[in-house]
């Protein structure tokens, strides 16, 4: 997952579960399980805290998503390569690597999966929060009110770094991964090796306006489903995003603006995609 499906999740999640009471929370009797909520030394540490809870709120920071509960605590989830959530009801099998179930008060369910396990959960106290170092360590958010060009066009110049590595660099800016950085470097007509201190004013203008125009395009068709990344949302349902994807996944194609084939080259052990024409 990268920003826009995390935005989904937390949106659905606001819709769905929030004001709902949690009856139960269960962590199944797996090691991976125990993977999931590996910041917690016990299965009751964590259950006891969410039991009897109502759910007031969900925020993201970055690619956390924070579910507040009525007693203060705050419910902490990052999902990983491969961590999702899942409505289900008593009626509904559980899935093969389910590793947390919640149950609410209300009926009905909410589900943790993940196959891979470097997605986590966990809860902790307000005063707790601060303390954890991935949290201190969130870089800008490209949705939050803060993010200006300005600031955007500041923190480019600090550093002198090529452009692909850098917007996929969780400290620099939160939430851009593999596919997304590679729309908004098609976006905005550069390669994926220039070199950040380099951009005139009018290219980090465009950069900026690409990342804002891909991430809520990318929202408003509910993120990206590809056949190799089973992203699903809270229900089950793929999104409609990856239809609009102008270079990634699309070696050889002719590019959607000027019919050149798109090439791919290998940046940090993955695929990035291009247009040779468009992008300078
Ligand atoms: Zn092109």
């Not at 891909?214 to 995003?241: C, H, M, N, S, W």
């Amino acid at each position: 997952m990268e920003l826009p499906e995390v935005e989904v999740m937390r949106r659905d999640l606001e819709r769905d579960v929030v004001g709902k009471k949690i009856k139960d929370a269960e962590v199944k009797g797996t090691k991976n399980a125990m993977r999931a909520i590996r910041r917690h030394k016990t299965r009751k540490e964590f259950t006891s805290r969410l039991s009897g809870r109502k759910i007031a709120k969900v925020e993201r920071r970055g690619k956390y998503l924070m579910m507040t509960l009525d007693s203060g605590d705050v419910l902490v989830v990052h999902f990983g390569m491969s961590g999702q959530f899942q409505r289900g009801t008593g009626r509904v099998v559980v899935a093969p690597h389910t590793h947390v179930v919640i149950t609410f008060q209300q009926g009905g369910d909410l589900r943790f999966l993940d196959p891979r396990t470097f997605g986590e959960l966990f809860v902790a106290a307000p005063d707790e929060l601060g303390k954890i170092k991935e949290l201190q360590h969130l870089a800008i958010d490209p949705l939050d009110q803060v993010f200006t060009w300005p600031t955007f066009q500041y923190l480019l110049a600090e550093r002198a770094a090529k452009m692909k590595q850098l917007l996929m660099d969780q400290k620099f800016i939160s939430g851009l991964g593999n596919i997304y950085s590679d729309e908004v470097l098609f976006g905005a007509g550069l390669r994926f090796d220039r070199v950040s201190d380099t951009l005139t004013s009018q290219e980090v203008r465009r950069l900026y306006r690409a990342i804002q125009e891909i991430l809520q395009d990318a929202i408003k068709l509910r993120g990206t489903t590809l056949e190799d990344d089973a992203y699903v949302d809270l229900f089950g349902k793929p999104g409609e995003y990856q239809h609009e994807l102008k270079v990634y996944g699309r070696a050889g194609l002719p590019c959607r603006r000027c019919r050149t084939p798109i090439q791919t080259v290998r940046i940090s052990q993955r695929t990035s995609f291009f247009c040779p024409q468009c992008q300078s």
